[in-house]
């Protein structure tokens, strides 16, 4: 059973900074892509966010310069700083990635975390 517990959401004024984690557990073989995504009320679901196993990165233009994605891999955890945060960007986020199971290492699925609420407001 694989497993994305996310943390770190929570309630902050406009231009302050919090920091989104997100571990991956369970028995896992290999993983490929992480990424964050964010979910407004009444909105779609938008990418915000994603690091390639190789180690790229590619982000939402309007994140862009304000959020920083990272990656441990030894902790198969991806991290999401947050600065200079809008009340725009107030949304649930929700990790994901492709992960390949100990049991089927030959293909990546794609995983979802449960979602942090993160509230920009004054």
């Known amino acids: 059973q694989v497993q994305l517990v996310e943390s770190g959401g929570g309630l902050v004024q406009p231009g302050g900074s919090l920091r989104l984690s997100c571990a991956a557990s369970?028995?896992?073989?290999?993983?490929?892509?992480m990424g964050w995504y964010r979910q407004a009320p009444g909105n779609q679901r938008e990418s915000v966010a994603g690091?390639?196993?190789?180690?790229?990165?590619n982000y939402a233009d309007s994140v862009k310069g304000r959020f920083t994605i990272s990656r441990d891999n030894a902790k198969n955890t991806v991290y999401l700083q947050m600065n200079s945060l809008k009340p725009e960007d107030t949304a649930v986020y929700y990790c994901?990635?492709?992960?390949?199971?100990?049991?089927?290492?030959?293909?990546?699925?794609?995983?979802w975390g449960q979602g942090t609420q993160v509230t920009v407001s004054s």
């Open positions: 690091f390639t196993s190789g180690g790229m990165t």
């Open positions: 369970g028995s896992i073989f290999s993983i490929g892509f």
């Open positions: 994901y990635a492709n992960i390949a199971g100990l049991h089927t290492p030959e293909v990546k699925y794609p995983y």
